[in-house]
């Protein structure tokens, strides 16, 4: 007789953990070891459910690349011992977690699935109890005694994406999220189907984690009228390692020469631009306009069709591990958890 899958549940904190209390009206985390008295429906699933509460529920606004590494060790400590695992988060920065905890595993093998809610679980309307019922299902799947989704993911309304290609764009809707440049890895209906073409296959060996994660970065984002003194303020930052250039379009940017000799001057002093579009959907290509070949000219690396939190998190992870800027820019270009399309 199979075995029933074990789950483990990790609650960070966000929406879905909140119920309201009768005497104040506000909202508060509930004890996650009481889960079943809010979501009884669990004690019908075939499957053994763990959880793990962090000590101090965290708002997602607050989330930190050290939380990232705590999750990475609490799921490569307790990795024996589960078939999946389950991580209840804010929705705000639940891509970025999602990025960055793929990079941080080698050799995946086992469902990761980040959920969260629009409404707390405590709400008659919630959209958390299905969202967070359909993930542990998801998270449980097998077949021949293998994980069907061995890889980190989100699932949100009926819809399970790969992790480090979504965004959440929506902070009115219940279907908060969207992977414009990769395929739904399963839909959930009356049944789930799983589209198994595009999900990763399981790693080959032994789970290894990658925890260390450098913040050097920024952001800069491209607008008309953007002045030299904040491109300066930011190219120039102290301590500064790699930036991320979002850029309009395919990849272009302004042709005023200020902005061009300053890009130029920030990478020979060690600094990687990574460009990466502002679109929603869509791929970076450098060159292709007059307002981008000046940036391959420069040395700018390419970002392809990563989303700028996959871009953020990579260049994170990269920075920790590289020892040289050659082999962080041909790691950039590459893909490395599925988080870009290769041309």
Known sequence: MAKSPRILLIYTGGTIGMIRDPKSGQLKPFNFTRLLDEVPELSKFDVKISTHSFRTPIDSSDMQPEIWMELAHLIESEYNNYDGFVILHGSDTMAFTASAL????????????????????????????ENLITAIEIAAASHKGKAIVPEVCVYFEYRLYRGNRTNKFNAEHFRAFQSPNYPL??????????????????????????????????????FPGITPQVVNAILGAENLKAVILETYGSGNVTTEKWFTEAVKSAIKKGVVILNITQCAAGTVEQGRYQTSAQLEKAGVVGGADMTTEAAVTKLMHLLAYCETTAELTRKLKKNLRGELTEL
């Not at 050799?107 to 707390?120: A, E, F, R, Y």
């Open 102 to 129: 793929s990079f941080m595993f080698e050799n995946l093998s086992k469902p990761v699935v980040l959920t969260g809610s629009q409404l707390p679980i405590g709400t008659i309307r919630t959209d958390g109890k």
């Open 185 to 222: 890895l399963a839909e959930a209906g009356i049944h789930i189907h799983y589209n198994h073409a595009h999900i990763s296959k399981a790693g080959k060996g032994k789970l290894k984690i990658l925890p260390l994660l450098d913040k050097n970065i920024a952001i800069l984002k491209m």
